[in-house]
């Protein structure tokens, strides 16, 4: 199976998104570049135009898009404060500053990062590919990426509270497949449709999504019926 014949069969009607690293941004035009201090989610009409969003040192953006895409550290005292006392997404400023420190950051070998609709022929600078699916598209992928594992409770898959953009990479690994559910990061969800989630994936975890055959569940009577279901 390849990219094409996946995203029909889970009947997607939204661009699947890879994250790129280049030397260069001309061969992905039509691009945008950020504005100062925008979450790259804001670039979500801009994806559906076909348009790829260019981030480098110079212009990246939010600073989340600096400190999980580029690996650049930025200072800011009052970020612990900020997501504490003021959005109340931890239980104490103590495990605040811990959830901080742990977070996972992308450090890119490249001048640029980039995001938008996947393209074939880059496909060997695309570092992740993501899935903006509905929760009946995101049960059929969370299947996929369990297809070949008998475990109840993987490590294939994962979520955390994150920034929008540091779920296109937290990964503990490039090398093993690995998934993430992500899109829950409430600062960036009014970008997208409210049934909108994101199911981000490896290299290694989409080549095994793409090993889905016509034995799968893809093929069967569960996926089948509950697609038509939802033409009713």
């Not at 650049?72 to 420190?101: A, C, H, P, Q, V």
Request: hydrophobic residues 40%; neutral net charge.
């Amino acid at each position: 199976m390849n990219i094409q014949t996946l995203c029909q069969a889970l009947q997607l009607e939204e661009p699947l998104i890879a994250l790129y690293e280049s030397a260069a941004y001309e061969e992905f035009k039509p691009v945008v570049k950020p504005k100062t201090n925008q979450c790259i989610w804001a670039s979500y009409k801009s994806w559906k135009e076909g348009k790829t969003l260019v981030l480098s040192k110079e212009r990246y953006g939010c600073r989340g898009g600096a400190r999980f895409l580029l690996g650049i550290e930025i200072e800011d005292s009052n970020l612990k404060n900020f997501l504490y006392e003021e959005e109340g997404l931890k239980s104490s400023l103590e495990i605040t500053e811990e959830w901080i420190k742990n977070m996972v950051r992308y450090c890119p070998r490249k001048e640029y990062v980039l995001i938008g609709p996947f393209k074939e022929e880059h496909l060997e600078r695309a570092i992740s590919f993501t899935f903006l699916v509905n929760p009946d598209q995101l049960s059929a992928l969370i299947h996929g990426a369990l297809y070949h594992s008998p475990e109840m409770i993987p490590d294939l898959i994962r979520t955390t509270v994150s920034a929008g953009c540091g779920l296109l990479v937290s990964f503990t690994t490039y090398d093993k497949p690995q998934a993430f559910i992500g899109a829950v990061d409430m600062a960036m969800r009014h970008y997208i449709p409210l049934c909108l989630l994101a199911f981000t994936v490896n290299k290694p975890m989409l080549e095994r999504l793409l090993s889905l055959d016509e034995k799968s569940f893809l093929y069967k009577s569960f996926w089948k019926r509950l697609v038509k279901a939802r033409e009713g």
